[in-house]
C-alpha cells in the first residue's frame, strides 16, 4: 500500500463487485479498459481451475482519472462485476439479512486456509465472514491495478512475463531459450509451462489429483525486462528491492515463498559460481557474463532481467477434505468443502506478473517520478544520458 504508485482493493469473493482505487499515477498516460482486461483473461484461465471461473468473464470498469483515453493524475477507480453475485445476494446482502431461515453458518475451518484464525481474530462465529474476503478472487482487483502499472513500465520499454516451473512435484527441464520464446510458449500452453514434456506430465497429474478429490501446489518463475539499473536502494532495509519484491510476491494468497535469481540454490554453490562476472562492451556499456543474481545486487536493479520465483502451495480446499473440528460443536469433523479450484499456479504467474509490476512501477516512480509522463521521461532520459558517459 505505501509508497508512490499507491492502491487499495475491497470486495467479497461472491460480493457484488471488486473496486479498485490507485493513486499516484502520472498525468497523460494513455490508458484503455482494454489494457487491464487482456490480463484478467489470462488470469482465469489454466488447467486446472474450478466451476467459479466458468461463470465469470472479469472486465474492468474505470470511472474516474481518466479522460478521453488519458489519465488526469488523479486517482483511477475501477470495478469488476462478480456475475456470480447473481446466485449469491441473499447470502451475501450487504443490508438487512434475509427473511426465514438465513443460509447456515460455515463451521468447519478448512487446515490450510485462512478460516480458524481469522474467525478467532476478527470474532466471527460465520467462517464465510472470512473466507469472502480471504478467497483468492481479491487477486483479480490487483491483476487490474496492475494493468495500469504495465502500461506505465511499457513506456519505458519494461516488460514482464512469467512461466509455470514446477506442479505437483513436476518439474520443467532447463530451458537454454530467449525470453521471448519462453514467454510465447508459456502463453500458448493450458498450464502457462514452456516445456511440452513437462506440461503433459503436470496435467495428467492435476486430473489424477481431482479424481482423487486432491489439490497441486507449484513454483512459477516471473520475469521484468528492461529495467533499467538504479531501482531499489541500499541504504535502508525497506527500500531494498529484493525485500519489497519477496513481500509482495509472498502476499499473494496460498504462496509460501519467495527466491530471486539462483535463490535457495547459491548456498550449494561456492561464490566463484554464484557472482557475476563483470564485462564491458564500449557499445553496450556495462554486461554481465551470468544473472545468477536475479537482477540484483544489494537490493538494487543492475540492468539484468529481474527474476524472482515462488512457491504456491496446494489449494486448501478438498473435495476430499481432512479433519478438523467444528467451532460451534468442538466435535471432530471433516472440513467444509467449496467448490474450488485443483490447482491454481497458472494463474497465480499472472497474479505475480502483476505483483512484480506494481512493485517495479513504485520503485520505477520513486527514482524518476514526476506529475506527468513527460516530467518524468525527462527525468529518466536525463539520467540514461548520464549513464552514457560513465
Ligand atoms: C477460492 C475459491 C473458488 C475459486 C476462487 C478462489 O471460488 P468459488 O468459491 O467461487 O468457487 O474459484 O478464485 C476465484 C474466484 C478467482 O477469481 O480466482 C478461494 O476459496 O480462495
Known amino acids: 500500500m505505501s509508497g508512490t504508485f499507491r492502491f487499495l482493493t475491497a470486495g467479497e469473493s461472491h460480493g ?53 483515453g488519458v489519465t ?15 446466485n449469491w445476494k441473499t447470502t451475501m446482502a450487504v443490508g438487512e439479512p434475509p427473511a426465514g431461515t438465513p443460509p447456515k453458518a460455515v463451521t468447519r475451518p478448512r487446515p490450510g486456509h485462512a478460516d480458524l484464525a481469522g474467525a478467532m481474530k476478527y470474532g466471527h462465529r460465520d467462517i464465510r465472514n472470512v ?19 504495465k502500461r506505465l513500465l511499457a513506456e519505458f520499454g519494461i516488460s514482464i512475463l512469467s512461466h509455470v516451473t ?33 506440461e503433459r506430465a503436470m496435467i495428467e497429474a492435476i486430473d489424477d489429483a481431482r479424481a482423487k478429490g486432491d489439490t497441486l501446489g507449484g513454483v512459477f518463475e516471473v520475469v521484468a525486462l ?71 545486487e544489494g537490493g538494487v536493479t543492475n540492468g539484468q532481467p529481474v527474476i524472482v520465483r515462488a512457491v504456491m502451495k496446494p489449494i486448501a480446499t478438498l473435495r476430499r477434505p481432512l479433519r478438523s473440528v467444528d467451532m460451534e460443536t468442538k466435535d471432530a469433523v471433516e472440513a467444509v468443502v467449496e467448490r474450488s479450484d485443483v490447482c491454481a499456479v497458472p494463474a497465480a504467474g499472472v497474479v505475480g506478473e502483476a505483483m512484480m509490476a506494481i512493485t517495479l512501477a513504485q520503485a520505477f516512480l520513486e527514482k524518476f517520478g514526476g506529475d506527468s509522463l513527460e516530467e518524468i521521461r525527462r527525468n529518466y532520459r536525463g539520467y540514461q544520458d548520464s549513464l552514457k558517459t560513465w
Not at 75 to 81: H, R, S, V, Y
Not at 131 to 149: C, F, I
Not at 239 to 268: N, P, T, V, W, Y
Not at 277 to 293: H, M, P, Q, V
Open 226 to 296: 528492461g529495467c533499467p539499473v538504479g531501482l531499489g536502494s541500499y541504504v535502508h532495509w525497506d527500500r531494498k528491492l529484493d525485500g519489497r519484491l519477496a513481500q509482495a510476491f509472498c502476499s499473494i494468497h496460498a504462496i509460501k515463498g519467495a527466491e530471486l535469481g539462483m535463490g535457495f540454490e547459491a548456498a550449494r554453490h561456492p561464490g566463484s559460481q554464484v557472482h557475476d562476472e563483470i564485462l564491458f562492451d564500449r557499445d553496450a556499456g556495462f554486461t554481465r557474463r551470468t544473472n545468477s543474481a536475479g537482477g540484483l
Open 16 to 68: 457484488e463487485a471488486l473496486t479498485a482505487v490507485i493513486e499516484g499515477v502520472p498525468a497523460g498516460l494513455p490508458l484503455a479498459e482494454a489494457d487491464i482486461n487482456e490480463d484478467l483473461a489470462r488470469r482465469q484461465r489454466g488447467y486446472g481451475r474450478g466451476g467459479r471461473m466458468k461463470i465469470e468473464r472479469d472486465q474492468a470498469h474505470i470511472s474516474s482519472g481518466l479522460r478521453w
Open 166 to 198: 514446477e506442479i505437483g512435484g513436476l518439474r520443467i527441464s532447463a530451458l537454454a531459450l530467449p525470453w521471448e520464446e519462453i514467454r510465447s510458449r508459456a502463453e500458448g500452453s493450458e498450464v502457462r509451462c514452456a516445456d511440452p514434456a513437462a
Open 131 to 149: 473466507l469472502e474476503r480471504s478467497s483468492a478472487r481479491e487477486t483479480t482487483a490487483r491483476v487490474a491495478v496492475a494493468g495500469v502499472a
Open 72 to 86: 488526469l493524475g488523479s486517482p483511477i477507480a475501477l470495478t469488476i462485476q462478480n456475475r456470480d453475485w447473481e
